[in-house]
């Protein structure tokens, strides 16, 4: 069975975890979107949607789903969202589709976490997924120095690496200073950490957020409620 279906299988359960009258957090990514339209699909009334990224946003006002801003929902009592790595306890690795800052952002301001993925995405130890680093662009190489030294503190030796769009996507982009790298929704950068392995997740996490010119880091950490992995024969539910 294609992972693609293990991920639809995850999206149409948390889908039924909606209640009419929710104010409800919509993540990115390609199982994040078999939620949006699973969920677009109950047609329940009074919803109250706040997306991830100008993507999903796209998606779901196609859709016809009613759209909100954190400014404007301040409060979600649900968000679902998929993962790039499901570590033990619910620590994830996410970032993959670069929305990490503003997917943390509404998982922060939830009452509840919902995380959807397929089976592959679950592991022993996080790192194996190059962990997403939101970096300002001014003076980013001077930030991914001090990023570098952080890796190497935490016995990671490959520095982490600016993300790049595809040459098909790079040669669309006007030509300007950088417009090769990948841009997140807030006109950041992305640098890619090949880990291996995370032998401490939170201390990394607090060492990366102490670095002048970091935004936000993938490490989800004590934020996820509840996972639904899809399986070959259905779904598996895990807690932290
Ligand atoms: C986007 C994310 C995604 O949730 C993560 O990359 C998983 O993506 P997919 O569902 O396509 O496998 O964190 O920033």
Redesign the pocket.
């Given at each position: 069975m294609s992972?693609d279906t293990q991920?639809k299988r995850a999206g149409e359960a948390a889908a039924l975890r909606v209640e009419a009258g929710m104010t409800v957090g919509l993540?990115?990514?390609?199982?994040?979107?078999w939620f949006v339209k699973a969920l677009a699909a109950r047609n329940l009334a009074d919803l109250r949607c706040v997306p991830?990224?100008e993507a999903t946003a796209e998606l779901a006002r196609d859709l016809g789903l009613p759209l909100s801003t954190l400014e404007d929902s301040p409060r979600i009592d649900l968000t679902v969202?998929?993962?790039?790595e499901v570590g033990p306890g619910l620590a994830l690795i996410?970032?993959?589709?670069?929305?990490?800052l503003r997917?943390k952002l509404v998982w922060e301001a939830s009452a509840r976490c919902l995380v959807?993925?397929?089976a592959a995405?679950v592991v022993k130890t996080l790192g194996a997924f190059a962990l997403?680093i939101e970096v300002v662009a001014f003076g980013h190489k001077t930030t991914a120095n001090r990023i570098a030294d952080v890796l190497a503190d935490h016995d990671i030796a490959m520095p982490a690496r600016v993300r790049t769009a595809s040459p098909q996507a790079a040669s669309d982009r006007v030509a300007s200073i950088g417009a090769q790298y990948v841009r997140t929704d807030g006109g950041n950068l992305i640098y890619d950490a090949k880990c291996g392995a995370i032998h401490d997740p939170a201390r990394l996490a607090d060492d990366l957020k102490l670095i002048t010119g970091v935004v936000e880091h993938?490490l989800f950490l004590d934020l996820a409620d509840e996972a639904i992995i899809g399986t070959d024969g259905g779904v598996d539910l895990l807690t932290p």
């Amino acid at each position: 069975m294609s992972a693609d279906t293990q991920k639809k299988r995850a999206g149409e359960a948390a889908a039924l975890r909606v209640e009419a009258g929710m104010t409800v957090g919509l993540g990115t990514g390609s199982t994040a979107a078999w939620f949006v339209k699973a969920l677009a699909a109950r047609n329940l009334a009074d919803l109250r949607c706040v997306p991830t990224s100008e993507a999903t946003a796209e998606l779901a006002r196609d859709l016809g789903l009613p759209l909100s801003t954190l400014e404007d929902s301040p409060r979600i009592d649900l968000t679902v969202d998929g993962a790039d790595e499901v570590g033990p306890g619910l620590a994830l690795i996410k970032g993959g589709g670069a929305a990490l800052l503003r997917e943390k952002l509404v998982w922060e301001a939830s009452a509840r976490c919902l995380v959807i993925a397929d089976a592959a995405k679950v592991v022993k130890t996080l790192g194996a997924f190059a962990l997403p680093i939101e970096v300002v662009a001014f003076g980013h190489k001077t930030t991914a120095n001090r990023i570098a030294d952080v890796l190497a503190d935490h016995d990671i030796a490959m520095p982490a690496r600016v993300r790049t769009a595809s040459p098909q996507a790079a040669s669309d982009r006007v030509a300007s200073i950088g417009a090769q790298y990948v841009r997140t929704d807030g006109g950041n950068l992305i640098y890619d950490a090949k880990c291996g392995a995370i032998h401490d997740p939170a201390r990394l996490a607090d060492d990366l957020k102490l670095i002048t010119g970091v935004v936000e880091h993938g490490l989800f950490l004590d934020l996820a409620d509840e996972a639904i992995i899809g399986t070959d024969g259905g779904v598996d539910l895990l807690t932290p």
